[in-house]
Nanobody
Framework: VQLQASGGGLVQAGGSLRLSCAAS????????VGWFRQAPGKERELVAA????????YYADSVKGRFTISRDNAKNTVYLQMNSLKPGDTAVHYC??????????????????WGQGTQVTVSS
């Protein structure tokens, strides 16, 4: 399965972006999907994740109430709607997929497939 992340860009603080992660060469259906981000000099961290059914979601405390993850299995695409963006959200954002159990959604090591990343820059 190949993952293609898109939708990043430059936005002012308080603005919104919607990231998309599209799968090709396979299907998302069997997998949980996560969005991670990595800022310069920092470790990669989970932003949000969604179970394979879409029934369970997980958010980092820093984005709760601002970001929403969703999936459309028919379109083989997972979305991350980001509202009320802050300069601290600036990072390369990656999507990842894998046969992840619910208790391991926040662990990067649990994901098998990774997209190439899309840059999100929030100006103050």
């Amino acid at each position: 399965v190949q993952l293609q992340a898109s939708g990043g860009g430059l936005v002012q603080a308080g603005g919104s972006l919607r990231l998309s992660c599209a799968a090709s060469g396979g299907t998302f259906r069997p997998y949980a999907v996560g969005w991670f981000r990595q800022a310069p000099g920092k470790e990669r961290e989970l932003v949000a994740a969604i179970s394979r059914s879409g029934g369970t979601t997980y958010y980092a405390d820093s984005v709760k109430g601002r970001f929403t993850i969703s999936r459309d299995n028919a379109k083989n695409t997972v979305y991350l709607q980001m509202n009320s963006l802050k300069p601290g959200d600036t990072a390369v954002h990656y999507c990842a997929a894998g046969p992840v159990i619910l208790s391991a959604l926040s662990s990067p090591e649990s994901y098998v497939y990774w997209g190439q990343g899309t840059q999100v820059t929030v100006s103050s």
